[in-house]
């Protein structure tokens, strides 16, 4: 074994002088110091030699072993001393940089709005459980709403999130109340994909709880919110909503930002677009996560983010944000 580590560093330092690159060096520095080098098998054969002998063949490979790194150490510096850079500042810039999808710009945009009013942003699990996704937002495995959320379910039992909505639940159970919360993430369904829907998109859930919190607060706040996304004041409406985790639920609207209400193609004349689903947090949702409903109320709201972005950049096919497609999507390069 002596005879063959010395065989190994003559062959070694024959090797490195002829080194020329970075790339030769990290082979020659695997070849050996790493896991499969001789130097590692010489190291883990010494077990069965007498206790002299492995002795002084440990220290042997130890020395070695040390050398080694030393000349790569040095090479290394060596190499990196010699090489030159060339650039040619003539070049053309690579237009193919990379842009931030319009998903995530509206999302940090909303992120950004809500965290000045005091909200905490979260997240939870995409891969969720029934309790958090459904019995605990008052959707027990008999209630009619869950067939309306086609859901993916694995093999363990647990399912991909239908929406953002168990973040309020885990949320709640966590920090208690009061509390000021929003959630952005990715929710499946089983949907059958065409240009308005698609299996994967994105939402975002906000939800408030405190003392004496009222419609009339959770008016305020949306309207807030959506003015400031929007650049300009906007109108917002509601319209009662059934939802099983909220009550009274709604749909809020805002007054068309193309036409100002006067109607046109994107409210379909309505003057009004269908922007988030939104309601006063049912006290039994409360209580399930520790909450006492006397005490406290809230209110808990969910905004498509995919569809914020469509409205936002006139996205006509949903199924542009989810492609990869690079020409696509760079259309959106807006940072
Ligand atoms: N989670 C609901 C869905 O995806 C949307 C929703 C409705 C969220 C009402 C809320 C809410 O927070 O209060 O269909």
């Not at 090479?75 to 999808?101: A, Q, V, W």
């Not at 400031?228 to 009550?247: A, C, D, Q, T």
Request: hydrophobic letters at 35%.
């Amino acid at each position: 074994m002596k005879d063959e580590l010395l065989k190994l560093k003559k062959q070694f330092i024959e090797e490195i002088v002829s080194v020329r690159n970075l790339e030769e060096l990290t082979l020659i520095k695997s070849k050996y110091l790493g896991k499969k080098s001789r130097i590692s098998e010489i190291m883990s054969s010494m077990k069965k030699l007498p206790i002299e002998e492995k002795r002084e063949v440990g220290a042997l490979c130890n020395k070695l072993k040390n050398e080694i790194t030393q000349k790569v150490k040095e090479k290394n510096e060596e190499l990196i001393s010699k090489s030159t850079f060339d650039f040619d500042l003539t070049m053309p810039i690579n237009k193919n940089r990379g842009s931030l999808s319009p998903i995530t710009i509206v999302g940090k945009e909303v992120c950004d709005v809500l965290q000045k009013l005091g909200f905490t942003i979260v997240s939870g699990p995409e891969i969720e459980d029934e309790y958090h996704n459904f019995d605990a937002l008052n959707i027990p495995s008999t209630h009619p709403a869950r067939d309306m959320q086609d859901t993916y379910w694995t093999n363990s039992g647990k399912l991909l999130r239908t929406h953002t909505s168990p973040c309020q639940v885990r949320a709640m159970e966590k920090y208690g109340a009061p509390l000021r919360i929003a959630a952005p993430g990715r929710c499946f369904r089983n949907e059958d994909i065409d240009a308005c829907h698609e299996n994967t998109f994105f939402q975002l859930e906000g939800m408030v709880i405190d003392k004496n919190v009222s419609i009339s607060n959770l008016l305020y706040v949306m309207k807030g919110i959506l003015s400031e996304i929007f650049g300009k004041v906007v109108e917002v409406r509601l319209r009662p909503g059934y939802f099983p985790f909220v009550e009274p639920g709604f749909e809020l609207d805002v007054k068309c930002l193309i036409c100002n209400g006067k109607g046109c193609p994107t409210c379909k004349d309505s003057g009004w677009l269908e922007l988030c689903p939104c309601g006063m947090v049912h006290p039994k949702v409360l209580k399930m996560s520790n909450i006492d409903p006397n005490i406290y109320s809230g209110f808990a709201f969910g905004i498509g983010l995919t569809r914020l972005a469509m409205m936002k950049y006139h996205i006509n096919d949903i199924r542009i944000l989810n492609s990869c497609d690079l020409e696509e999507l760079s259309q959106f390069d807006i940072m």
